[in-house]
């Protein structure tokens, strides 16, 4: 049986390694990692020393951060070896770890990876999402009136959510890679759930544009967290329904805000405006949820506590084929530089900014139809994420996707407006709302087309300021104090220059779409060529995009292969060596 991955020796891993660099990756526990940051912290504050002294006690950090990585990386070894080596997983076991078993001689079930963790992820999504609109509610009970917002105070309090986050980013992808993941996400949890408590005792705008930035900033990293925690626990084939269920969220809790805030509204009290009972009632829920999953929200599978050590093994075997690898928290300038160079990150940027449609609610009853849109996020999300799993291929279902709002702009633009017309302006926003599904599907294909930690983190800010560009621009579109409109009062109801730079946007959507495929096949080629030359076999078979119960048969075709053209039997060797898709030749890039 061929070994799918290698293990270096901890002698091998440290000579590549360089000792000034003090920033690692443990697999032994989350306890361990913030140690030699301690030790350097330490060093560093004490800036009163000579320069000798300070050479002298810098070699001592280094020796012991080298000291420690070398035992770290002996667990390591010593841990899969002493539970059997590695070895092929089965479907059964698979299975196991993914799904709610009994094990044999076990009394209790275990929770496994997708009742464990995606429940978590779902309602940290929701509460997000729930307190992030709860704004939008609240405008239908008074709250320009109670809190003595004048002019366009309401829209900058929109906007400066999405200022927030675009200023934020910059820190979002840093922490994502220097910081735990479970430790950044719970901390962004909790002080967004506080920000939006503290913001239910503002009675003024420049109080509330404080509380709502502070909101952004906190939630700035909740999606792009989440697209790597996916990319860190499920094959490529079952991200995106993963994906797109947490991102579902969106729409359910466009329909149970709506029903909240409809009874929420209604509470008689001369003690609290009805948008200080919103702002409360989201808050204090988000803050009660953030408790429990500071303590169950794991890390990463190496070190998740509600997987045995045999489970953790097989957690990693599910991913390896991934080639996409484990959380890195060594931060590499070198995968920020390879980012930024890479043609295909522009193209995941130019699609995250294919979208400027305004939004917002006029009246009571508008809240309630809010409830339909929301239906039709999750069902569009869902139906995208079973054909990419169906046919595995994501740019045909993508850009399929992307006619719907096409289409929706275009009969915008040609619909005549009057009270005869309204079943049918009702009819096209609710076809629009396809658009909801784009950007969990293009998270997706990304993050399923990209490796390297960093290489990552830093996409995950990429796409995300694109966004928030778009998010920036939407609650701005009628505002007189912005220069460049697109909805302009004048044209009012057709909207004609709004209409005219959506219909352009999405057409630039659905060609990159197109384009990018295109590349993406280009890569794979090259990589089949890459690997002919280092004498491997050219076709590999890319078990990430397939069903577990297929994995046995394909591995013992690909052993045939490999055989018949005297190709070497190693496979997904750079898996988990924080290597970026475009150095590794045995990455299979998704189309």
């Given at each position: 049986?061929?070994?799918?991955?290698?293990?270096?020796?901890?002698?091998?891993?440290?000579?590549?390694?360089?000792?000034?660099?003090?920033?690692?990756?443990?697999?032994?526990?989350?306890?361990?990692?913030?140690?030699?940051?301690?030790?350097?912290?330490?060093?560093?504050?004490?800036?009163?020393?000579?320069?000798?002294?300070?050479?002298?006690?810098?070699?001592?950090?280094?020796?012991?951060?080298?000291?420690?990585?070398?035992?770290?990386?002996?667990?390591?070894?010593?841990?899969?070896?002493?539970?059997?080596?590695?070895?092929?997983?089965?479907?059964?076991?698979?299975?196991?770890?993914?799904?709610?078993?009994?094990?044999?001689?076990?009394?209790?079930?275990?929770?496994?990876?997708?009742?464990?963790?995606?429940?978590?992820?779902?309602?940290?999504?929701?509460?997000?999402?729930?307190?992030?609109?709860?704004?939008?509610?609240?405008?239908?009970?008074?709250?320009?009136?109670?809190?003595?917002?004048?002019?366009?105070?309401?829209?900058?309090?929109?906007?400066?959510?999405?200022?927030?986050?675009?200023?934020?980013?910059?820190?979002?992808?840093?922490?994502?890679?220097?910081?735990?993941?479970?430790?950044?996400?719970?901390?962004?949890?909790?002080?967004?759930?506080?920000?939006?408590?503290?913001?239910?005792?503002?009675?003024?705008?420049?109080?509330?544009?404080?509380?709502?930035?502070?909101?952004?900033?906190?939630?700035?990293?909740?999606?792009?967290?989440?697209?790597?925690?996916?990319?860190?626990?499920?094959?490529?084939?079952?991200?995106?329904?993963?994906?797109?269920?947490?991102?579902?969220?969106?729409?359910?809790?466009?329909?149970?805000?709506?029903?909240?805030?409809?009874?929420?509204?209604?509470?008689?009290?001369?003690?609290?405006?009805?948008?200080?009972?919103?702002?409360?009632?989201?808050?204090?829920?988000?803050?009660?949820?953030?408790?429990?999953?500071?303590?169950?929200?794991?890390?990463?599978?190496?070190?998740?506590?509600?997987?045995?050590?045999?489970?953790k093994l097989i957690a990693l075997e599910r991913i390896r084929?991934?080639?996409?690898?484990?959380?890195?928290?060594?931060?590499?300038?070198?995968?920020?530089?390879?980012?930024?160079?890479?043609?295909?990150?522009?193209?995941?940027?130019?699609?995250?900014?294919?979208?400027?449609?305004?939004?917002?609610?006029?009246?009571?009853?508008?809240?309630?139809?809010?409830?339909?849109?929301?239906?039709?996020?999750?069902?569009?999300?869902?139906?995208?994420?079973?054909?990419?799993?169906?046919?595995?291929?994501?740019?045909?279902?993508?850009?399929?996707?992307?006619?719907?709002?096409?289409?929706?702009?275009?009969?915008?633009?040609?619909?005549?407006?009057?009270?005869?017309?309204?079943?049918?302006?009702?009819?096209?926003?609710?076809?629009?709302?396809?658009?909801?599904?784009?950007?969990?599907?293009?998270?997706?294909?990304?993050?399923?087309?990209?490796?390297?930690?960093?290489?990552?983190?830093?996409?995950?800010?990429?796409?995300?300021?694109?966004?928030?560009?778009?998010?920036?621009?939407?609650?701005?579109?009628?505002?007189?104090?912005?220069?460049?409109?697109?909805?302009?009062?004048?044209?009012?109801?057709?909207?004609?220059?709004?209409?005219?730079a959506n219909l352009v946007l999405f057409c630039v959507f659905?060609?990159?779409?197109?384009?990018?495929?295109?590349?993406?096949?280009?890569?794979?080629?090259?990589?089949?060529?890459?690997?002919?030359?280092?004498?491997?076999?050219?076709?590999?078979?890319?078990?990430?995009?397939?069903?577990?119960?297929?994995?046995?048969?394909?591995?013992?075709?690909?052993?045939?292969?490999?055989?018949?053209?005297?190709?070497?039997?190693?496979?997904?060797?750079?898996?988990?060596?924080?290597?970026?898709?475009?150095?590794?030749?045995?990455?299979?890039?998704?189309?």
């Amino acid at each position: 049986m061929s070994q799918e991955l290698h293990i270096h020796t901890p002698k091998e891993e440290a000579s590549h390694i360089d000792d000034s660099k003090l920033a690692i990756t443990t697999d032994a526990g989350d306890s361990h990692e913030s140690q030699p940051q301690r030790h350097t912290l330490a060093f560093l504050s004490r800036n009163k020393k000579t320069r000798q002294e300070q050479e002298e006690e810098a070699a001592k950090v280094n020796h012991r951060t080298m000291t420690y990585l070398r035992v770290e990386l002996t667990k390591r070894k010593d841990f899969i070896e002493s539970h059997g080596g590695l070895r092929d997983i089965t479907e059964q076991e698979s299975t196991r770890v993914q799904w709610k078993v009994r094990r044999q001689g076990a009394s209790v079930a275990e929770q496994q990876i997708d009742r464990f963790l995606m429940p978590m992820m779902m309602y940290m999504y929701f509460l997000q999402q729930l307190d992030k609109s709860a704004l939008g509610y609240s405008v239908l009970f008074g709250i320009q009136t109670d809190a003595h917002l004048v002019g366009q105070q309401y829209a900058w309090l929109n906007s400066i959510v999405y200022f927030a986050q675009l200023v934020c980013q910059p820190l979002s992808v840093y922490a994502l890679v220097v910081f735990p993941l479970n430790r950044w996400i719970c901390t962004c949890f909790t002080g967004w759930s506080v920000s939006l408590v503290i913001m239910a005792a503002m009675t003024g705008f420049p109080g509330l544009m404080v509380m709502r930035f502070f909101l952004g900033a906190f939630e700035a990293t909740i999606a792009p967290t989440f697209v790597i925690v996916t990319s860190m626990w499920w094959t490529r084939r079952e991200q995106p329904l993963r994906v797109n269920i947490w991102f579902s969220m969106n729409g359910i809790a466009g329909i149970v805000g709506s029903l909240a805030t409809y009874g929420l509204g209604h509470i008689p009290t001369d003690k609290l405006h009805s948008y200080q009972i919103i702002f409360l009632f989201c808050g204090l829920l988000s803050f009660l949820m953030s408790i429990p999953t500071w303590f169950l929200f794991p890390a990463r599978p190496s070190t998740a506590r509600f997987l045995t050590t045999d489970e953790k093994l097989i957690a990693l075997e599910r991913i390896r084929a991934n080639n996409t690898g484990e959380h890195n928290q060594e931060f590499k300038w070198s995968q920020v530089k390879e980012c930024l160079l890479d043609l295909k990150t522009w193209g995941w940027v130019i699609m995250s900014k294919g979208r400027l449609c305004s939004n917002g609610v006029a009246n009571f009853q508008t809240i309630l139809y809010n409830m339909i849109p929301g239906v039709i996020i999750i069902v569009s999300n869902l139906v995208t994420a079973y054909l990419i799993m169906r046919f595995k291929k994501k740019s045909p279902v993508i850009f399929v996707a992307s006619l719907f709002p096409l289409a929706s702009a275009v009969a915008l633009y040609i619909l005549p407006r009057g009270v005869q017309y309204k079943h049918s302006l009702l009819a096209v926003y609710f076809v629009l709302q396809v658009l909801g599904c784009l950007t969990a599907n293009i998270m997706g294909w990304a993050f399923a087309n990209t490796a390297g930690h960093t290489k990552k983190s830093t996409l995950t800010g990429m796409i995300f300021v694109g966004l928030t560009v778009g998010n920036i621009v939407g609650p701005q579109n009628f505002s007189k104090l912005t220069k460049s409109q697109l909805y302009l009062a004048k044209e009012s109801p057709y909207y004609y220059t709004g209409l005219k730079a959506n219909l352009v946007l999405f057409c630039v959507f659905s060609a990159t779409v197109v384009l990018q495929a295109a590349y993406l096949g280009f890569l794979n080629r090259r990589n089949v060529a890459r690997r002919r030359a280092l004498g491997k076999s050219g076709e590999a078979v890319d078990l990430s995009l397939e069903a577990s119960s297929k994995w046995a048969g394909l591995r013992a075709a690909q052993a045939q292969t490999d055989t018949t053209t005297g190709g070497v039997t190693q496979h997904n060797t750079k898996a988990f060596d924080d290597c970026t898709d475009l150095q590794n030749e045995d990455f299979v890039y998704s189309l």
